[in-house]
């Protein structure tokens, strides 16, 4: 149950929702608690998303995209 909370809480700011949304949903007093936690979640997967972004940007021709 811990992990499927943890999934939705790191996903619903890549859906658009607030990070006080997102805490207020959590039961988090604190936004900043949420930020600590899931705001890394985002860090991660723009990081994980800008090289393949990059790689079709340059390859897209070749790759038929």
């Known amino acids: 149950m811990h992990s ?4 939705v809480a790191s996903r619903a700011p ?3 929702e ?3 949304e997102v805490a207020f949903l959590l039961g ?3 936004a900043n608690v949420t ?3 899931y705001v890394r ?3 991660d997967a723009r990081r994980r998303t800008m090289p393949r972004s990059r790689m079709v ?3 897209s021709e070749i ?3």
Not at 4 to 7: A, E, K, L, S
């Open 4 to 7: 499927f909370r943890h999934t």
């Open 14 to 16: 890549l859906a658009g």
């Open 18 to 20: 607030s990070v006080d």
């Open 28 to 30: 988090h007093r604190d």
């Open 35 to 37: 930020r600590a936690v």
């Open 41 to 43: 979640e985002l860090a």
């Open 57 to 59: 940007a340059e390859f």
């Open 63 to 65: 790759l038929k995209l």
